[in-house]
């Protein structure tokens, strides 16, 4: 009896996660106030190597890429555009924020961060960081008539969005992004 209880637990997490990386959410698109603005919202999160960190704060002080998947779906294009841009800039730091929604913190929130640190080395756990309880923020901020997609944001020194790209990685996006990251430069 024991083993169909923890299979039984085991299919309702699944299904749970399914649901949770669908993109199913608030679906809210993003305000008129928010599309205009260069700044990062603020949330709180942890790495995968259980560092607590609050964002924009706490990336370091120079040009950053961050890559956001709003969905299960997303996460292999999000893993293309981290491998792409770390060829493009190898000093740049790339980090990557699936953003997942409707998890309550605790049991489910912990079986998610253990399936997902599995996935990467030690060396780049510092650099993955599922956002739970503040995914709403970002959903209101860069999710665009209620899609959950993935995109890629270059912040600048003083942590301000200075390019932005939504969507499948395309060579065209990649060069939208080095265009901007020579004009921010000049």
Not at 47 to 66: A, G, Q
Not at 94 to 108: A, C, D, H, Q, R
Not at 134 to 144: I, N, S
């Amino acid at each position: 009896m024991p083993a169909r209880n923890s299979i039984a637990l085991f299919i309702a997490i699944s299904l749970l996660v399914n649901f949770t990386f669908s993109g199913c959410s608030s679906g809210q698109a993003a305000s008129p106030d928010h599309a205009l603005s260069n700044t990062f919202p603020t949330i709180q999160s942890s790495s995968l190597n259980k560092m607590t960190l609050e964002l924009p704060r706490d990336f370091p002080h120079t040009e950053v890429f961050v890559l956001l998947g709003f969905s299960h779906e997303s996460k292999e294009n999000v893993a293309l555009w981290a491998r792409k841009l770390r060829a493009l800039d190898p000093q740049r730091p790339v980090y990557e924020m699936p953003v997942i929604s409707g998890v309550v913190p605790g049991l489910l929130e912990s079986v998610i961060r253990r399936g997902m640190k599995k996935k990467y080395s030690p060396e780049d756990q510092a650099n993955i960081i599922p956002v739970f309880s503040d995914a709403d923020k970002l959903e209101q901020r860069f999710t665009e008539r209620g899609e959950h997609q993935s995109m890629a944001i270059l912040l600048d020194k003083q942590r301000q969005i200075i390019g932005k790209v939504y969507g499948i990685f395309t060579e065209a996006k990649l060069q939208q992004l080095t265009q901007m990251i020579k004009d921010s430069k000049k």
